[in-house]
Every structure is written in C-alpha cells, then in structure tokens.
C-alpha cells in the first residue's frame, strides 16, 4: 500500500534533478511513513496523502521564514501543514510542504561531520514529523519527537542525530 505521493519542486541550482531528489526522498520518506503506521499506528487515508517537497536556497527560505515564522534568517528545513494534525490523528489528502535549504543544509552537515545525505534524510523526517503534529517546542513534546527521529533513522541505517545533546 502506498501512503504517500510525493510532488517535488527544485528552485534552486545546487540540488540534483527532479528524478534523482524524487528517488532520495521516497527512500526516506515512504520507509518513515511505514514506520508511523506500523510502529506508532498513525492511520493513513485509503489513497495516498500527498506531500509537497520544494528544494530552495538560503535566499527563498530566509523570506519564507521571515513572512511565515517572522524570522529573518535562513533556516535548514520548514514545514507547513496542509491542515492542523495532532500525533495520530488522520492526516487528508493533502498533507503539506516542507521546504529545505541547500547552503543551510550543506553547512550544518559539514559542521556536524556527516554526509550532506544523511543530514538531509535526518531533515526530511524531522519536517515530515512536523507535518504529523509533532514538535520541539516544550521538553516533553522535544523528547517525544526527537526519540521518534531518533528510531526511525535507526531504521534507515543511521546514527542518533541528538546523542548526546538535550532535547531542543
């Protein structure tokens, strides 16, 4: 069954093509979706919800998050829900957008030692978590979402992302 149709938008040179950005992300994200339904039973609506992908830069993310989020500066990875969800609840058919920047992306891997792929994939879930009703803005909720991060990299071969560090 698939859960999930995934739409991708490339705004920005430095990312690959659309077919090779579609591939990486499906590898990624239909594994995560899997993970929700059969671990955390997140219920999914019978025909694929779908997700919205933009690969942008530092630029177009910086004015996002200055209008979205009245922040002005450039950020990693942002999501926007297409409707309110709370962990667990049934998403529609439309899920929503995350957007993520390459220069902020390709900074924080080499500031973190990791491969610019796994940061990304370590991105992808976080947004895709984002859009489920998950958040780090209290301890509890951080603990929460980071463990759920946490164990679904795990299940894509890659190492706890916050191991050692508080929740944010």
Sequence with gaps: MTLLDIQ???????????????????????????????????????????????????AAIREINAEWRDKDKATNVLSFPAYPLEPGGMPGPMLGDIVIAHETVAREALDLEKSFED??????????????????????????????????????????????QDPL
């Design 8 to 58: 991708i938008s490339v705004e920005a040179e430095r990312w690959s093509s659309e077919e090779e950005l579609l591939t990486f992300s499906s590898q990624v994200l239909n594994p995560a979706a899997e993970f929700l339904r059969e671990k955390e039973e997140q219920p999914f609506p019978k025909m694929p919800t779908e997700l919205s992908l933009v690969f942008t830069d530092d």
């Design 119 to 164: 940061h990304l994939t370590h991105l992808l879930v976080h947004g895709f978590l984002h859009l489920f009703g998950y958040d780090h803005i209290e301890t509890d909720e951080a603990e929460e979402m980071e463990g759920l991060e946490t164990r679904i990299l795990a299940a894509l071969g890659l190492s706890d992302p916050y191991a050692g």
